[in-house]
């Protein structure tokens, strides 16, 4: 079966090469770069994997411990502008399968949106870089609103479609203890991070973030507003209802066809937001390797906290 899963794989990669070329101008990986990294994790036997939607020969895939239980979650790649999360993700593979051998559950979205991150658009949908379009991520067809209705009729996309019904589906086995979404922001000078879950803007896993961005000389923005009037305290946003899937993986309770259901529960859901401004992919992917060498760590005492 592993064997039959990496023929696939690698065949998805073949697809890719004869249709597109990876944007290359900011210095990011090759994706059939990223999908061989992200393949050897098959070799262990220790995971499975899933194509979560295929989108135009590019498959967006998620890969899941053996193990199931209280898990990890990592997404990266939501947006395609944003590369150094999913090269991060890809440099760093073998820290997952270390992971897994110590026996803590592991669910891996590693390369999102993988149209979006061939064009360098944010958009899988979008027309140019920064166009219109719609998130692989939008959430807002299974959260309520104030009085308790979706926010939305359906969702945005069948990426977004596909992206948040296997994020239900693995909940079920694999329940959020901490969940970390690496992100970056070309609009913003300095990082700062979202906190979905419960403790919000005490969450000791963001925190420790924060205080790992500091301790790397990174610019972190500690108070003040983001562009779109959220609030900022010690470099830290909570309490946002963004419609993002971290929301939802955050969620207590969701809507599925109208009915109330128990939401994904998050205990920890963190994103983190680092600066593309001026700063060469290198300097980014520094922080982002910091925060994957964190997981373990930050994973075991959410997980005793709760």
């Known amino acids: 079966m592993r064997a039959l899963l990496l023929l696939a794989a690698l065949c998805a990669c073949s697809r890719q090469e004869d249709t597109m070329k990876t944007y290359s101008a900011d210095g990011r990986l090759p994706i059939e ?48 502008e944003e590369p150094a999360p999913p090269n991060a993700v890809a440099q760093n593979i073998e820290k997952f399968d270390a992971l897994a051998r110590k026996g803590i559950p592991v669910v891996l979205f590693p390369l999102c949106n993988p149209v979006g991150y061939v064009k360098a658009w944010r958009y899988p949908d979008s027309e140019g870089r920064s166009g219109t379009g719609h998130s692989v991520g939008d959430s807002d067809h299974l959260l309520p609103d104030k009085a308790g209705k979706p ?19 693995l909940s079920k086995d694999y329940p959020p203890v901490l969940s970390v979404d690496l992100h970056e922001d070309d609009s913003i000078a300095k990082g ?33 507003q983001t562009s779109f009037d959220e609030i900022i305290v010690g470099g830290v946003i909570s309490g946002v209802q963004d419609g993002s899937v971290d929301e939802l993986i955050a969620a207590r309770e969701i809507l599925v066809d109208g009915a109330r259901r128990p939401g994904p529960g998050g205990k920890s859901v963190v994103v983190v937001e680092t600066s593309t401004m001026k700063a060469p992919i290198s300097e980014r992917l520094r922080v982002h390797d910091a925060v994957l060498k964190m997981l373990e760590k930050l994973y075991q005492e959410t997980n005793s906290s709760f």
Request: net charge positive.
């Open 151 to 169: 926010r939305a009729m359906k969702a945005t996309s069948a990426q977004a479609g596909a992206l948040t019904a296997k994020v239900l589906a």
């Open 33 to 80: 770069k990223l999908f061989e990294a992200q393949d050897t994790l098959l070799r262990s036997g220790r995971w499975e994997v899933e194509t979560v939607f295929d989108d135009r020969g590019l498959p967006s895939r998620v890969f899941r411990t053996k193990k199931k239980g209280p898990a990890l979650w990592v997404l990266a790649g939501i947006h395609g």
């Open 192 to 224: 700062y991070l979202y906190s979905q879950g419960p403790k919000g803007r005490q969450d000791p896993a963001a925190k420790a973030i924060i205080a790992e961005m500091d301790r790397l000389g990174y610019p972190v923005q500690l108070t003040g």
